[in-house]
């Protein structure tokens, strides 16, 4: 599986933007980008995937670099509910390949 | 939606006991991952089925570890015997088919070996 290179941690301030790097510089052309967060004591839960382009839904953005080799999850306006581990994964687009590799994340900290 | 359904949401056992979790994937959903979640070791998938058809367990730490999906509605993840290192979350997700869908994860079972 192709590797993703995220910062640990961050933190961001409550009402503020926040914009969560991602490098994947070993990305395959069938490679889906994937975002996942983890809330405290909850399980894993889906944020916004893409391929080429740029993505937005009522969660987030997801901004994918030209060349694909990095990407930015963008939070518009941060509260404290989301903070959390958020977790970029590639997916390999290849049907029959249904497998979802978690790194370590970044433990996003929001400040009221 | 009830989104996916995992039980017990705790569990303690001695070890050397049997533990068998449960997990029921949103209907439709036609594939099923169980993930273990350690501080040591993170998210680790455990094995997943595809149209209740067992596809990947390279996961599967050792022998001990088995899982079973006989219908679409329900699979289980049994341990036997259980020892002190298997304590972690082991969540269940579903996901359908297609390069559109999002993969959704059940709550969790927390099991305890003592």
């Known amino acids: 599986d192709a590797k993703t290179t995220q910062p640990n941690s961050m933190e961001s301030n409550e009402e503020e933007p926040v914009h969560l790097p991602c490098n994947h510089s070993?990305?395959?052309?069938?490679?889906?980008i994937h975002w996942y967060r983890q809330l405290p004591s909850q399980g894993p839960e889906y944020v916004i995937h893409?391929?080429?382009s740029n993505v937005n839904n009522r969660m987030a953005s997801l901004a994918i670099a030209e060349d694909r080799k990095s990407s930015t999850l963008i939070l518009h306006r941060a509260t404290l509910r989301d903070a959390a581990v958020y977790y970029c994964?590639?997916?390999?687009?290849?049907?029959?390949?249904?497998?979802?590799?978690f790194g370590t994340g970044t433990r996003l900290t929001i400040i009221p | 939606d009830a989104g996916v359904i995992q039980s017990p949401r705790h569990e303690v056992t001695e070890m050397g006991q049997e533990v068998t979790l449960r997990c029921k994937p949103i209907?439709?959903?036609?594939?099923l991952f169980w993930y273990r979640q350690t501080m040591m070791r993170g998210l680790e998938l455990l094995i997943y089925?595809?149209?209740?058809?067992?596809?990947?367990d390279s996961g599967m730490p050792e022998d001990r570890f088995s899982a079973k999906m006989p219908n679409a509605s329900f699979s289980t993840l049994k341990i036997q015997p259980s020892e002190p290192r298997d304590s972690a979350v082991y969540f269940c997700?579903?996901?359908?088919?297609?390069?559109?869908?999002?993969?959704?994860f059940g709550s969790g079972t927390r099991l305890t070996v003592v």
């Open positions: 997700a579903s996901r359908l088919g297609g390069q559109g869908h999002g993969y959704t």
């Open positions: 070993t990305i395959s052309g069938t490679d889906y």
């Open positions: 893409g391929l080429t």
């Open positions: 994964i590639l997916r390999d687009g290849d049907f029959g390949n249904e497998k979802l590799t």
């Open positions: 209907s439709g959903h036609n594939s």
């Open positions: 089925f595809n149209n209740n058809v067992p596809i990947d």
